[in-house]
């Protein structure tokens, strides 16, 4: 029971990973990571991550033509889990580039 919620959860945090691991998501995660002073405020940063990320995408669309290019946040299992997993990978996203700055500028 407990193994099968760790192995969901897992799921969750790969698959939001997958969905930020593209250029987009790697310089708004790198940026995040670089403004952020303390650990603790990665929860904010992932928030403002993944806004921006929507915003972006959003233009994007927007810009190639898209009759829609905002996302439907009424469409729970659609576009709404989509924005909370892409959430969880700017968490990790964050934190990997966080800690490698700490590393390499000792600060």
Not at 32 to 49: C, E, G, H, P
Not at 53 to 78: K, M, Q
Request: proline content about 2%; glycine content about 6%; charged content about 15%.
């Amino acid at each position: 029971m407990a193994s099968d919620i760790l192995n969901q959860a897992l799921a969750l945090f790969q698959q939001g990973f997958d969905t930020v691991n593209s250029i987009q998501g790697l310089v708004i995660a790198l940026i995040a990571a670089f403004m952020m002073r303390q650990y603790k405020q990665i929860l904010v940063w992932s928030i403002v991550a993944t806004i921006v990320h929507e915003v972006v995408s959003g233009v994007r669309r927007h810009l190639a033509g898209d009759a829609s290019p905002l996302p439907n946040l009424t469409d729970i299992d659609g576009d709404l889990k989509l924005i909370g997993i892409r959430f969880l990978g700017y968490i990790i996203a964050i934190t990997v580039l966080y800690i490698v700055r700490r590393m390499l500028m000792n600060r």
